[in-house]
């Protein structure tokens, strides 16, 4: 828009009246060539002071005339360009239209003059810095903060839209057969709104040798399983973590368990102790004391996971009886090497009749043992320790031979015969 106004200024040239012409005696003569003209005489004393006066008034007038025209000219183009400058614009913030007339020359500097704080996030069409025309308009969306869950995964995104169902469109999150923690009618205010999303999802749920296949927005592995009409009974659990995220295409197998314990027990060795004896030939040792074993009980858990049984798990060891330790003593000294009267008869035949030719033979009855089949009472009797079956050979030969000195032949009644061939 532009306006003018025009301002004449009209300057009346001072000059002499004709009178003054007339009457003075300076124009006595004229220009050459010209008429001559007739001066009326003025009154004397009286024209020089009315030529002084007429010419002040005219300079004052105008110089009163001068500043005021200046000063209309001067407002007269300030406000052509005042006029020129106003632009009639429509702002719509969050959807909010409203018309009005601005002096800014662009968008950053319209929003400034009408308060409206934007963010980072914010939606403003033109962009900030665009310069301004008339009948321009401009759209300000403000972003709100929206904490998404969706799917189980959480995160922190920005929204234009007014409404839950207008933000997730935005988002592209497919909202048929979700689920929604709010409706979606629900209005996004500045400050922003927590949502969460579980979209629908196809899950296949294995389970007593039968796939159900369905469509759901459970927020659970196990929720899924319930929903395929399948029951988790005691210790049944699932192939991936019952409190997990089902995810589109998911197969889930249910694990029927069942659980026991079992009770074992084990003996535990017991150690030997021996003790040297100088009174006993090399070779020759005596038992004291038998040794007796400990007894260990062992609780284990055991499972079967659909019908097969797993490797039992130990819960506990008790160590029901301590192990008693065997005391044993060994000869240090040394064996005699011969009787006389005795020494030339054949030990050899006899022992392979009473004893088959072993050292350590016992017979069926447990009294008689060794090479010659000694008794225990002969045998220490002889001088002998421990018992007869546990003394080297040569002491078994040795007591023998003091044996057929004391008694003869006759102390082996079947077998004695063959001590002379």
Not at 23 to 29: L, Q, T
Not at 41 to 58: D, I, L, M, N, T
Not at 98 to 127: C, N
Request: some cysteine; overall charge positive.
């Amino acid at each position: 828009m532009s306006s003018t106004l025009r301002f004449e200024t009209y300057e009346k040239t001072c000059r002499p009246d004709d009178d003054d012409v007339r009457g003075g005696p300076h124009d006595a003569e004229t220009a050459p060539g010209l008429p001559r003209r007739t001066a009326r005489p003025a009154p004397a004393g009286r024209s020089a002071h009315r030529r002084r006066g007429r010419y002040a008034e005219r300079a004052d007038g105008v110089r009163r005339l001068l500043p005021q025209a200046l000063v209309v000219a001067f407002l007269a183009g300030g406000t052509s360009a005042f006029v020129a400058k106003d632009r009639a614009v429509e702002l719509n913030v969050d959807g909010r239209t409203r018309t009005l007339h601005t002096f800014a020359d662009d968008v950053t500097e319209l929003l400034a003059d009408e308060g409206v704080a934007t963010g980072p996030h914010d939606v403003i069409t033109p962009a900030p810095g665009t310069a301004l025309d008339d009948g321009d308009e401009i759209e300000v969306r403000h972003a709100r903060p929206l904490v998404l869950t969706l799917d189980g995964r959480r995160s922190e995104v920005w929204t234009t839209a007014h409404t839950v169902e207008g933000a997730l469109r935005e988002l592209g999150v497919r909202v048929e057969g979700a689920y929604l923690s709010t409706a979606r009618s629900r209005r996004i205010g500045r400050e922003g709104l927590a949502l969460d999303v579980r979209t629908e999802r196809s899950v296949t749920v294995l389970a007593d040798g039968r796939a159900r296949a369905l469509r759901t927005n459970a927020a659970t592995v196990s929720e899924a399983v319930r929903q395929a009409g399948i029951t988790l009974r005691g210790p049944d659990t699932t192939s991936v973590a019952p409190g997990s995220f089902p995810r589109d295409g998911q197969t889930v197998t249910v694990l029927r368990i069942t659980d026991g314990h079992e009770v074992r027990d084990e003996a535990v060795p017991y150690s030997e102790v021996r003790v040297p004896d100088p009174a006993l030939t090399r070779g020759t040792e005596v038992v004291d004391r038998p040794g007796r074993p400990g007894l260990r009980r062992l609780t284990y858990a055991w499972r079967t996971v659909d019908g097969v049984r797993q490797r039992p798990r130990l819960l506990r060891s008790e160590t029901v009886r301590e192990p008693a330790p065997r005391q044993v003593r060994f000869g240090t000294g040394t064996p005699p090497v011969s009787v006389r009267a005795a020494d030339a008869l054949d030990w050899d035949a006899l022992a392979r009749c009473e004893s088959g030719g072993r050292p350590d033979a016992v017979d069926p009855s447990g009294t008689y043992g060794g090479l010659y089949q000694f008794d225990t009472p002969t045998w220490r009797g002889l001088g002998g320790g421990g018992r007869p079956q546990d003394a080297p050979p040569a002491e078994q030969t040795y007591r023998a031979k003091k044996l057929y000195v004391r008694s003869g032949a006759g102390a082996w009644p079947h077998c004695g015969r063959l001590l002379r061939g």
